[in-house]
């Protein structure tokens, strides 16, 4: 009797074992499962989340010249966990941000020496050397005159940096265009004749439209988006003007064109350039500053940039904004980086966009090699300056921010 009760127990304890064994391994295999598909979701989502904010899509064209942002750095930070914190890329230099210093600076009135068949010229400019914070060459730098399109750097700002602070405002947020926003444009001009009611568009869209274009409407639009209304962003422009040390600006608009109850929105040429050395630090900005052409509405829509120091491209140029009324003449802030040295600069007005352009080409030549006003330059041999000839009759051009 004792002896199967002994048997018993034994076959029990191995049923026991055997059942408990299988347990294990069952419980193992469904851990073992349960993680890798885990991985696999990890994988499938950092996948997905990979894809950066940037401003490229196959609509934009790019320069893809000396001194462009590189399609790796126009992402930011390539961290696929939290791409929204990445848009601002922290400058490197240890100068950024400090003021400029005027001491060896050159106020030679340059345009009349580097413009063949320039008489005259008015305007105020400066050329700084970043990494050094050196001003190179200005005239009336700190002088407050209308700046048009220029205005829309500060609109450009103030839209990534809303980006930084709210998640859920992004380069692929959609926003609708609202009556409100196109009733305020102070003109009808310089439009991508966003439709109110009708259309929407992603930020990504409208701020190519602003930096590629210099589209009045996109730009007013994003600042009633950003703002809650247009007067609010005007504030806030205001507002961080002051607190970039932008002591000779006063803004009207988001877009630059004339306010008909206050006037122009003005700045300096320095002002200018402590403005766009902060564009500097978003990549995706600088981007769609470099950028030669682009569109909206699936294609049907396709506009080229304004700034002619990127198309066609000249050495080392990046951005950064083109700007023109009647007030304030042809303006230009741009930025260049050839090698390892960073500068900026702005020229205000000019007569004519041409000299504009054939000037800030002659600069950043001058600025990184100063005996290169006394070299010929291939194709730049002009007996008269450039858009001379028909200057006899009036110009009937609109007065429109650009």
Not at 41 to 50: F, L
Not at 139 to 154: I, R
Not at 342 to 349: F, N, S, Y
Request: charged share 25%; glycine share 10%.
């Amino acid at each position: 009797m004792k002896e199967a009760v002994r048997k018993n127990s034994s076959s029990l304890l191995i049923t026991v074992g055997v059942v408990l064994a299988h347990l294990l391994i069952l419980g193992l295999i469904v851990w073992g499962c349960s993680s890798g598909s885990g991985d696999g979701k990890k994988d499938k989502k950092e996948k997905s989340s990979g894809k950066t904010e940037t401003a490229g899509s196959a609509s934009a064209e790019r320069s893809d010249a000396p001194g462009g942002v590189s399609p790796a750095a126009a992402g930011g930070d390539q961290n696929p966990a939290a791409p929204h914190r990445q848009l601002r890329r922290r400058s490197a230099n240890p100068n950024f941000g400090r003021p400029l210093n005027f001491a060896k600076a050159d106020r030679s009135n340059m345009p009349l020496k580097l413009v063949p068949g320039l008489k005259e010229w008015n305007g105020t400019g400066i050329i700084v050397d970043m990494g050094t914070r050196e001003v190179l060459w200005e005239k009336d730098s700190h002088k407050s005159v209308p700046v048009a399109s220029m205005v829309k750097m500060m609109t450009m700002l103030l839209v990534a940096e809303e980006m930084e602070r709210n998640k859920d405002f992004t380069l692929d947020t959609v926003v609708p265009i609202t009556a409100s926003a196109i009733k305020s444009l102070p003109e009808r001009s310089g439009l991508l004749w966003l439709d109110p009611g009708k259309e929407q568009f992603t930020v990504r869209e409208l701020l190519l439209g602003v930096a590629v274009k210099s589209a009045n409407d996109a730009a007013t639009q994003l600042g009633e988006r950003v703002g809650g209304s247009v007067e609010n962003f005007v504030a806030r422009m205001n507002k961080r003007a002051g607190e970039l040390g932008m002591k000779s600006s006063v803004f009207y608009n988001p877009c630059g064109l004339t306010d008909k109850r206050r006037g122009n929105s003005k700045s300096s040429a320095a002002d200018m350039v402590i403005l766009g050395e902060r564009l500097l630090e978003y990549p995706f900005l600088m981007e769609m500053c470099s950028t030669k052409q682009a569109s909206i509405r699936d294609g049907k829509t396709v506009f080229t940039t304004t700034n002619k120091l990127i198309a066609p491209h000249y050495p080392g140029v990046d951005g950064l904004k083109t700007g023109y009324i009647r007030a304030a003449g042809s303006c230009l802030t741009f930025s260049v980086l050839r090698g390892n040295r960073r500068i900026v600069g702005c020229v205000t007005g000019f007569t004519h966009a041409k000299d504009r352009d054939y000037f800030c080409r002659r600069l950043i030549d001058w600025a990184y090699d100063p005996q290169s006003v006394n070299k010929p330059r291939p194709g730049s041999g002009r007996k008269s300056a450039p858009g001379r000839k028909s200057s006899g009759k009036k110009s009937n051009k609109k007065s429109r921010s650009k």
